[in-house]
Every structure is written in structure tokens, then in C-alpha cells.
């Protein structure tokens, strides 16, 4: 009742009760700015979680009364067992509630303002996310069409166009016949698809809207996928309704989980490092493969949905790093003639 009240306070652009707790705050700022956004259940699950750490740490205590040095503390103690993008991630929500009460006058100090942020190192290597190599890239596209010329399974057509685009999970599968443009040879995304819930997600950023190039290749084998659907629903009178492009008839939408498996034999069957890559491995080896091909890094970070190329950077830090040796040298040998 004490949460709801102070959502109703707000709600009504009334200043907020100064003995309130940092919980109650999050409380309310989650029920007004992120349940209303009906984000995955995963997403959900992060910020009850991050509510449920903040509520553990300060208890009761009123907000006016948390200084500095008591965010450092609890920010250094979390930072002792997870690492540093999961610290970083709890601070970022931590300041988006301050902000959030500060624009409803409460008298606080920000103090998550100057607050260092620690964390173990990750444990995942980076290069163990993608294929990098790419021979490797390369044979896992011919045993996918391979696979494509001898039998029919969504799956396989999924990953080969999600290889070739570097689109998120959730994009592909929300992909729509009227999303193939033949005629420009690019792949429009502009919203995502959640299996589980069985819904549409907007897209993930207002960068994430966007025309990826697409070669002929793959539109031809896009276009024996769509004239095997059409057979496939005539004979067994069941309707894509929605019109997916990658839809069967006892899965429907393939989900996640039969998307890795599927992915992860293969991957065994070929030899082909790591072993376990998922469907969002798939994405960082289109990023991969793209830098090793010397694709120029903004028109990457583009194709991929990134607003800039720092994502790129973070992420693949150690491939941008061979390039840039490789162009040093060219430096020099242009110098030394």
C-alpha cells in the first residue's frame, strides 16, 4: 500500500514524502518507466533483481540519509562477486531513480555522483564468442546450404540468413515475407519477436530500425523457402498467419532453445570452435568475420543496429587491434619509400 501511495502522489505531480527509502523510490520508478514498456520476462527478471538487492542493502533507511561513502560501500560489496558490466548495469538503474526523484523535487544529494565501479574480470574469453575464423564461418555457411538443398528445416535457413546479417535472435525470428526486398537486395528490420510470450517487441533502439544488404545468394535460397511454405501450408491446410519467414508446422516460430541445439550439433559434427556458440554468438561472428574482411567499422556498427561504434570496439577490442597493426605497418612501409 506504501509503494502504491507514493505512485499515486506522483502521479498527481505531488513532491514526494522525504522519509522515503531508496526501495520505495526504485518501487515506484519501475512501475511507472519500465512496466509500462512490457519488456521480456528476462529483462524484468534483471531489474527485480537489482530491486531485490537494493531493498537487502538499505532496508528502511530514508534516502535524504544515504551519503556517498554508503552507495561506495554497497557498490564495492556487490562488486566483490559479480563482474564489473553487472556492477556497471546496477549503478546505471541506481542513478536512473535518483534522477527520477529529483525531477519530483525531493531534496537528495546524487550520491551515486563520482562512484567507482569495480567487478571481477570476465570469465569468457572474448574470442570464445564467435568464430573468427573465416574458413570456419565459411564451412558452417556451406553445411547449412548443404543441409537447405537436402531437407526442409526452417532452422537452418534462419541461421545461414542470420549469419549473413548479424541480426539479433529476436530480429530474425520477427522477420516477415514483406521485410525481403528483392529488388534493393537488403533485409529490413524494424521489430522483434518473443517465442515465449508469443508476441511483438519493438525494436531493442531507434538504431536498431534498419535496411541490411543482403547478396543474391541468399535471396535465392530465401525465395525456394518461401515456395516450400506455400506447398508445405497447401498440403497440410495449417496458415502462417503473421506471414514469418521462418515458420514450421509443429514448432511453429522456432524457439531459442531449438535453434542452439540445432546450431551446437552442427558446430560438433564440423569441428568447428566454440562448441557451444549460441544464436547470439552467431551475431558476434558477423561482427567478426566483417572486421576480419575490412569492412569499415561505422558501416558495421550500423548494419548491426549500434548507434556508434563503441559496442564494436568494447566487444571486439582484440580484432580492431590486429587491423590496427596491420595498418600500422602499412604506415610504415609507405613512410620508409
Known amino acids: ?21 531508496l526501495y520505495q523510490l526504485w518501487k515506484s520508478w519501475y512501475h511507472l518507466q519500465i512496466k509500462p514498456l512490457k519488456k521480456s520476462d528476462g529483462t524484468i527478471n534483471h531489474h527485480l533483481h537489482r530491486g531485490k538487492l537494493i531493498s537487502e542493502y538499505f532496508n528502511d533507511k530514508p534516502v535524504i540519509e544515504i551519503k556517498a561513502s554508503d552507495y561506495q560501500e554497497f557498490i564495492n560489496n556487490y562488486a566483490k562477486r559479480v563482474g564489473k558490466d553487472t556492477v556497471r548495469r546496477l549503478n546505471a538503474e541506481v542513478r536512473k531513480v ?106 531493442k533502439t531507434d538504431t536498431s530500425v534498419r535496411h541490411i544488404p543482403i547478396d543474391l545468394e541468399t535471396l535465392e535460397l530465401l525465395k525456394k523457402l518461401k515456395q516450400l511454405q506455400i506447398r508445405e501450408q497447401r498440403d497440410s491446410n495449417i496458415k502462417n498467419l503473421n506471414d514469418f519467414v521462418f515458420y514450421n508446422l509443429f514448432e511453429g516460430v522456432p524457439s531459442n532453445h531449438s535453434v542452439n541445439k540445432h546450431l551446437r550439433e552442427l558446430l560438433n559434427h564440423l569441428q568447428i570452435t566454440p562448441y557451444d556458440l549460441s544464436s547470439t554468438g552467431i551475431r558476434h561472428t558477423y561482427a567478426s568475420i566483417m572486421l576480419a574482411y575490412d569492412i569499415d567499422i561505422w558501416v558495421i556498427a550500423t548494419n548491426m543496429g549500434h548507434k556508434d561504434i563503441t559496442q564494436i570496439t568494447k566487444t571486439y577490442g582484440h580484432l580492431i587491434k590486429e587491423k590496427a597493426e596491420k595498418e600500422n605497418n602499412r604506415i610504415r612501409e609507405l613512410l620508409a619509400s
Not at 7 to 21: F, K, M, P
Open 1 to 21: 500500500m506504501e509503494a502504491t501511495q507514493i505512485e499515486l502522489e506522483l502521479l498527481q505531480g505531488n513532491t514526494i514524502d522525504s522519509s522515503v527509502s
Open 98 to 203: 535518483v534522477r527520477f526523484a529529483k525531477r519530483d523535487k525531493l531534496s537528495i544529494t546524487d550520491f551515486t555522483d563520482g562512484v567507482i565501479i569495480t567487478g571481477k574480470s570476465s570469465r569468457k574469453i572474448k574470442e570464445q564468442k564467435a568464430i573468427t575464423s573465416t574458413k570456419d564461418y565459411h564451412k558452417l555457411l556451406a553445411a547449412l546450404k548443404s543441409n537447405i538443398e537436402k531437407q526442409f528445416n526452417s532452422i537452418d535457413y534462419l541461421l545461414y540468413v542470420q549469419l549473413k546479417t548479424g541480426l539479433r535472435f529476436g530480429e530474425v525470428l520477427g522477420l516477415t515475407w514483406d521485410c525481403i526486398h528483392y529488388d534493393t537486395k537488403e533485409i529490413y528490420t524494424y521489430r522483434r519477436y518473443d517465442p515465449r510470450r508469443q508476441e511483438w517487441r519493438p525494436p
